[in-house]
């Protein structure tokens, strides 16, 4: 680890950046690299607790700046890139590509961190996803391609045998993922989407799972099966969406799955780096007596890439996101990973990672106000009340009690689905694939706290 930071941190790099309007997306590597700045939109405590340690910030504090394109074209941002690059050429990261953000960066002389956009949305499109694990032999549901029109026949076919997915090509977060029950479903969706194809599958009954993956020079580096925390409406208006992950739920994986999905991984990462792709890319499975489907792949980073790499900081690991940095600055070094990455016999024993990270969205149509907001920081349950303890932008040598919550400050305006605050335990939150009680009484108290 030592070698990689004397590497990252040397004078030909230059500065990295990670813009993003969400100041916790570009947590993770702060205190590993020297010349790191994290650019946002969004204001929080977490801004002060960073520059409290001297982590390079500037928040721009605009609600109306709302993805990474708009922020990065905002002339304060483009002036402070410049002065802070110091002659040196700029290194940009954002959480996923996009047209404007490239066009921004060759403007600029910027040197992108990241995938071309067009393979992002390439392997990230739902339908087109049906052909490649068709032709790699992994399992991906019974999936056919079906444009909307009212009084399809075969859909309200399909619909009688078992309940339905139906996907849009590209999404985030499961807003372009809906379960289908009855006509009444189908007869919404028609109305909202009509003559708009989508990928239909029928549901599969599982746990869902999801792998953290980076694909370089040094082969296929694949993380534990973590379980994906679906179906709590309350967190995410999307019944399909996901509202965290539990990473030591996937202790309880028979051989048999975990053999699998390590096998689906390895292939899907020699499909996308034999394709021209780098870097971190996510999978999602459903998992249920030994079947393990891959349901879609997330060519980009992933919403847990900041919590995951803390956490292989503490194990002593080299993070995923380094490795994708590394791969993209062009570096040339000399150091291999474990061999627990390219194993299965070693990979496998691999102890989870007892932490678990739930996240709260707007489950609301239509735009909410925070009018009260909480300190972020380190809290525990005292006589049914949250019980503040200290300060802190990420979850670390927690008590069996505690746990960290980071939230927006109060008066933000916060989207239909969008983020507003996020809690970090380091336990297990998920028993027999449900949130536990104790957990959903936190979420109670926060809920009261912030008016919502």
């Not at 009688?160 to 997915?165: A, G, N, T, Y």
């Not at 499961?174 to 708009?196: A, C, V």
């Not at 956490?311 to 474990?338: A, C, M, T, V, W």
């Amino acid at each position: 680890m030592e070698k990689i930071r004397k590497i990252i941190n040397s004078e030909k790099t230059g500065p990295i950046f990670f813009v993003s309007p969400n100041p916790n997306r570009g947590i993770g590597l702060e205190k590993e690299i020297e010349d790191y700045h994290i650019i946002c939109s969004q204001n929080s405590d977490v801004v002060d607790y960073l520059k409290k340690e001297k982590i390079s910030v500037l928040c721009i504090d605009d609600e109306i700046i709302k993805n990474s394109g708009k922020l990065l074209e905002n002339r304060r941002v483009l002036d402070y890139i410049k002065k802070e690059s110091k002659g040196k050429r700029a290194n940009i990261v954002t959480f996923k590509p996009s047209p404007k953000i490239s066009k921004i960066c060759v403007e600029n002389n910027f040197r992108y961190l990241g995938n071309d956009w067009k393979l992002n949305r390439k392997f990230e499109n739902k339908i087109e996803f049906i052909d490649i694990t068709q032709n790699l032999k992994i399992p991906n549901a019974k999936s056919k391609v079906v444009k909307l029109q009212k009084n399809s026949k075969n859909i309200l076919n399909m619909l009688k045998k078992s309940q339905l997915v139906f996907q849009l090509p590209r999404g985030f977060s499961g807003n372009s993922t809906f379960l289908i029950k009855n006509k009444k479903d189908l007869q919404g969706i028609i109305e909202k989407y009509e003559g708009r194809e989508f990928k239909v599958s029928n549901y599969l009954k599982g746990d869902t799972y999801t792998i953290n993956a980076c694909a370089g020079k040094f082969g296929i580096a694949v993380s534990q099966p973590i379980f994906q925390i679906t179906g709590l409406t309350d967190y995410n208006k999307n019944r399909l969406g996901t509202s965290g992950n539990d990473y030591s739920y996937g202790e309880g994986l028979s051989d048999v799955e975990k053999k699998k999905v390590f096998e689906y991984t390895k292939k899907i990462g020699k499909y996308l780096a034999q394709s021209g792709y780098q870097g971190i890319f996510g999978l999602d499975f459903v998992i249920n007596k030994d079947n393990v489907d891959l349901i879609e792949t997330n060519p980009r980073f992933v919403g847990s890439i900041p919590v995951f790499t803390k956490l292989q900081l503490q194990k002593g690991e080299i993070p995923f996101f380094l490795l994708h940095l590394l791969e993209f600055l062009r570096i040339d070094y000399n150091f291999e990973l474990s061999k627990d990455h390219y194993s299965y016999d070693t990979w496998y024993k691999q102890n989870n990672y007892h932490f678990s990270q739930l996240i709260l969205r707007n489950t609301k149509e239509n735009d909410i106000k925070i009018n009260e907001t909480m300190v972020s920081g380190v809290y525990k349950i005292k006589e049914n009340k949250l019980v503040f303890k200290n300060k802190n932008y990420f979850a670390e040598d927690l008590k069996d009690d505690e746990f960290l919550i980071q939230c927006l400050e109060s008066e933000s305006v916060i989207s239909s689905d969008a983020e507003y605050a996020n809690l970090q335990f380091g336990c297990g939150i998920i028993k027999e694939n449900k949130l536990d009680r104790n957990f959903i009484n936190i979420v109670d108290l926060i809920f009261g706290k912030l008016g919502l």
